[in-house]
Structures are given as C-alpha cells and as structure tokens.
C-alpha cells in the first residue's frame, strides 16, 4: 500500500485488514455487499491514495474433482430402479440407455433436451403455462430426433416385493418448473410429478414390477435442472420399506445460458448445489463466483488476477479518477457497471458511471476496460467506487 506523496503504481487489491481498518475509522458504515467490488479514494496525509477492496474473507482452497460424462440425446431410455440383494443399497436408480445396453449411475450421464423440444402453449393448459407460455416437452411417443425417457422396474423377479414400487421425486433444482405426465386417447392428462405446486407424496409414480412405461417430461424454460427421485418398496415377508439413495439426474434443456455453460463446464455433477452459485465462492479465495465468471477466472483455483483495480487518468489537463477491469469476452450474458459516491452508508446515490474511457482486447478470452468517473479527482476530499454484477434479463 502506497502511503507517501504521488499516486501509487501498485494498487492494494482485496485486503481484508485494510477494510477493517477502514472500517474502525468509520463506524457506521455497515458491512459491504458481497455481491459487489467496491474501491475508493482515501484522503491519508493530505494526499490521495487509491485503494481496490474485495469485502469477503479468504478460506481454504477447496479441490474439486471432475469426472467424464455422457450425453443422452435422442435415444430409448429410462430411470430404471435396480434391485441389488447383499448390498448396502438394497434399491437404485440408474439411467439404462436400452439401446445400447448400458447403465449410467447419476454422475456419469447428463440427459439433453433439445431445443427442437420447444412448444410454444396455444391456450392456456394449467398446470403447465398460458397461452403464449414455452414448454419444453420430451414425448411419452418417441420421436427419433428427442429423448425417449421413461421409468422401469424390468429386471426385477416376481415374488420379492409386495406390490409395485415407488419413485418418489425429492427436489428439483432448476431454473423452471417440472412436470410428468401421461395423456390417454381422449386428451386427458394424467400427471404424476407437478412443481408448480410444491414438491409432495403426491409425486410419484409406480411402474409394475418386470415393466417400463414412458411420460411427457415437461420443463417451462431452458437452464439446468438437478432432478432427484427416490425409490421404496416393501419386501415379502418384511413389514417395513426399503428406500434407495436419493438419485440426482442432469437434465440440460437448451439453449442454456452462457453463465450455465460455465457453471457446468467447471461443476458438472457437483458437490451441493450451492457452490455454484452467482455469489458461492468454493475456491475461498474471497471472490464470488459472478467476478470469477466475469474476470475469466478459474473458480475451483485460489488465484487473485485479472482483478479491478483504481487508476487515475487525465483528460483536458484534468485528472479523473477511473475504475479499470477484465471482462470474459464468453460473459455475454452478464452485466457489469460501474457506480461512484462522495460517501458510503447512501444507497441510492451510486449514479452509474458511463464513459467508458477505452475497451481493447486483452487477450482473445478477455477484454480490458476503463471506465472513466465524471467528477474530477479535486472536486471532493474522498471518493468511492464499486462494480456491480448481474445478469441480463
């Protein structure tokens, strides 16, 4: 940290002391947003020092394996429950690509649903949307260019269970809601799993035992959904169920967006959910991972470049205070802006700053911007800066 005369060349970047100190300084500022990077001029010594802060603290590193996967797009499959006496796990849930005769476990196989799956809903059909609304829909009737999914208890001998079992759905994490439903001749429908009103009893379903059947899988907008089933049953002879492990399933329903490309290009099968969050920081290497995206960082390594920092540049003999940053050019989808103030603990007076002094390539995945304040540096004893991040609607 600079603290003698002229502009330091070397800007503190997220120091954690530093806020600290600033903070016992200034009493009523509250704790930042951690949703934001926030920087600003500090009058020290009658001179004006510029210091960058991340407000997060630093945790250990956190490795996180990444294992190979396949992708079902089109074929005959179904969630197929097997029956595996001797084990620890009497009952499991498997995806059973039929016509390949292979078995995936849940973190061996994403399921896709194209985007030729896309309906567009001609009247209003509840539960699954109005008119106008999309459906993404993989057909109880199979359409070779689309996912043939249905649920199997085949393989399963007669005599062990005391009536068919069930697959219960758990939780459903994903952009949209989810459906499961069969419809007859007449156009009736008959829904077994149905988000829209919660997750209860009431969504499951019970293939016969020796049997497979298939349903509509509904999804009301692209993203990624982590769709997880159990299975129970009751054995002859047994008065109480067996359950399975609860079973997670990958669906990908295209188009997906260029930040939940990047959520599973880096966590395919991930750990809990909530690592790859917008505001996660698994790495603890005290970034969230929105900045991690957007700076074209490796989130599941502690590494601190690519980072904002403060600079001050001159335009008409006339020196300003400036915010410069790495954006990844693959962050289309994300917003970044700049917001300056005289004074913390005002929210609604953080006006957008909106000259952007320079943009140019930086690398061919990044790009450099400065974005240049309105007030000239003299104009006020402190100044503060932060970069705000979100997504596109």
Request: with cysteine.
């Amino acid at each position: 940290m600079h603290r003698g005369g002229g502009v330091p060349k070397r800007h503190l970047l997220f120091d954690f002391c530093v806020w600290n100190r600033f903070r016992k300084r200034n009493p009523a500022v509250a704790d930042a947003d951690l949703s934001s990077v926030t920087a600003f001029f500090e009058k020290v010594s009658m001179k004006t020092n510029l210091i960058l802060l991340l407000i997060a603290l630093v945790a250990p590193l956190c490795a996180i394996a990444q294992p190979s996967y396949a992708t079902i797009d089109h074929q005959h499959t179904d969630l197929r429950i097997l029956y595996n006496p001797g084990s620890s796990n009497l009952l499991s849930l498997v995806a059973r690509d039929e016509e390949n005769k292979i078995n995936y476990d849940t973190n061996q196989v994403v399921l896709l649903v194209k985007e030729s799956a896309k309906y567009i809903l001609d009247a209003d059909f509840p539960p699954f949307g109005n008119t106008g609304d999309p459906l993404w829909i993989l057909p109880q009737s199979q359409d070779p260019t689309l996912l043939y999914l249905g649920y199997s208890a085949e393989g399963i001998g007669n005599g062990i269970f005391n009536g068919p079992l069930t697959i219960q759905l758990k939780a459903v994490d994903g952009p949209g809601h989810f459906f499961c439903w069969q419809a007859n001749a007449f156009g009736d429908f008959n829904i077994k799993m149905n988000t829209r009103d919660g997750i209860s009893t009431n969504d499951s379903t019970q293939p016969l035992i020796g049997s497979h059947e298939h349903f509509n899988w509904g999804f009301t907008t692209s993203g990624v959904y982590y769709v997880t089933f159990q299975v129970s049953g009751q054995r002859v002879g047994d008065t109480t169920n067996i359950y399975s492990p609860e079973s997670t399933f990958v669906f990908h329903v295209l188009p997906m967006r260029p930040f939940e490309v990047w959520q599973e290009t880096n966590w395919i099968f991930r750990m809990p959910r909530t690592i790859v969050r917008p505001n996660a920081d698994p790495d603890g290497d005290g970034i969230m991972n929105i900045f991690e995206y957007g700076f074209g960082l490796d989130p599941k390594v502690a590494l601190r470049t690519n980072l904002p920092v403060c600079t001050f540049i001159v335009t008409n003999s006339i020196q300003y205070g400036a915010l410069q940053y790495v954006k990844a050019t693959n962050a289309t989808d994300l917003l970044l802006s700049a917001v300056a103030t005289n004074a913390l603990g005002l929210p609604n007076q953080w006006p957008n700053l909106t000259n952007t002094f320079s943009a140019a390539s930086n690398s061919p995945a990044t790009q450099l911007i400065i974005v240049r304040d309105s007030q000239p540096k003299n104009a006020s004893p402190q100044r503060f800066y932060r970069l705000n991040a979100g997504f596109q609607p």
